[in-house]
């Protein structure tokens, strides 16, 4: 309690954590894949800020079959370099 001294008599209740996943080129994956169509995806790096936003632009584009997305968030990609067919 070096930190916050404060918080020495506070006794927590309960905590959480979870997993973080991440592109090699920390970039979003979102949106229809083109090699499978009708497969929808959203993996947003900075799950808790970006996130939101992502999934309505998806949304979005599952809704109207348009997208505002830029390429470099596209879904057929690995490590941040398209998948070869």
């Keep these: 309690m070096r930190v916050v001294p404060l918080l020495a008599d506070v006794r927590i209740v309960r905590t959480w954590s979870g997993v973080m996943a991440f592109t090699n080129d ?39 079959g348009r997208t505002t997305l830029p390429p470099t968030y596209d879904v057929d990609r690995a490590g941040g370099h398209p998948i070869p067919t």
Excluded: D, I, K, N
């Design 26 to 64: 920390l970039q979003p994956m979102v949106g229809e894949s083109a090699r499978v169509p009708g497969y929808h995806s959203l993996m947003a790096t900075t799950g808790f800020t970006l996130s939101p936003l992502m999934a309505r632009l998806l949304a979005e584009s599952m809704a109207t």
